[in-house]
């Protein structure tokens, strides 16, 4: 779509060179034809008025006049009353049809799992939190700030952590960043330059976070996870110091770390001064249990928990901490001035009034029990549909149904897409595929009740 400038005229940028031999009236027919074309303004964009860009250029209001007229007679511009000049040809180099990057909005009901319900965002309260930090925001809050972030949010963030996850941290220890994957990437790098080279993860576990160990330099070393987690003897049995875990609800699985295993964790991080890194992604949202407090609250000097407002706000937010051990954190906010130079302060400070008043805890409230209704349609659908009872229920918006023994995942992926139904197998997300059982992962975030039982319905003779 057309970028509309409402009407403030857009800045275009032109150059014109006073020692060259063309005339200005020509370099500027050039230098309009070559934006037009190259898609620098695209289809139906208003250009800047004649004043305003002879007033911009230093050039006369009547040069400007006639190269509009000129590109306008070859077919370049349109001019119509009220409506300014506008871009009249669809350049071929702006359009994008790359398949591997296009969005696939084509399917019906998509249980791909890590979406929230993105209709659920709470416009209302940040467009409130928004008119609060235009009224109260300090022109020294529109400079750089300190790497680790704005100070209110990491305030607001050391004790909602506090609060709500039994961790124990104060201000000085938590850094923000754009998200668990920025996170574990700074943390990562921070160890890195330590001398670490290898990093456990669970598998199955998340392939974004095989990813970042792998982007880090660093080698995976996979660890199995059973129905009480990760296998911490196993974990014993490496010459890993790192291990990265979703111990509150575990991805894929969903299953909760046993709390022997937490023990044993802990035990492990400590014999090896090693450091375990937590991925707190969904802890807000737990059902049936009473909430498992973070394993930070248990080891302020070897855990880093990184916490995300990508499933308990929107993704496309980009804001999450991490709360580091002390010894960690200069070099952990170091990485994060070199790669970016801090977060967006303003929207730090709309986050912090977020959930400093009370409208964060209030939204969070809500989609409790939104989730809650999902999970129970997802769960009667499969029950009464396929005679599968899913197993990872306790928290978050992802569940895990099993196939049975020999059954064909992929299969059955492709033959849910052709009915407009979107799975993710549990083999995407295996790091050592040997002997694993089939499964599916059903998100159920960011589909209605509706749509999870016609969705399950619709593909359920191909689970039994
Ligand atoms: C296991 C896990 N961790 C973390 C995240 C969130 O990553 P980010 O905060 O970078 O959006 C996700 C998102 O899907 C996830 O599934």
Redesign the pocket.
Known sequence: MATEWSGLTPEVMMHLDRDASESLGFQLQNALRTAIRSGQVQLNERLPSSRRMASDLHVSRGLVQNAYEQLGAEGYLSASVGSGTRVAFDSPLFRSSDPATAVRDDLEFDFS??RPDLNSFPMRDWLWACGEVSRTASARDAGYGDARGHPELRRVVASYFQRVRGGSTDADNVTIC??????AGLVLAALRARGVTSVAVEDPG?P??VDTVRRAGMQVVPVPVDSRGLVVEILNETTASVVIV?AAHQ?PTGVVLAPERRHALLGWAKERDGIVIE?D?DSEFRYDRQPIGALQGLSDRHVVTIG?V??SLA?AL?L?WVIAPTALVSEIADEKWRTDRGSPAFDQLLLAKLMESGRFDRHLRRMRVLYAARRNALVEALQLGARIQPTGLAAGFHAVAALPPGADEEHIIKEARRRSVGLQGLGHYRVQSAGAAPGIVFGFGDLNEDAIRRGIFAISDLLC
């Open positions: 799992p890590g754009s998200g668990f994957t920025q996170g998340h974004d976070v979703t991805t991925d992604y995300s990508s499933k993704p980009r999450g």
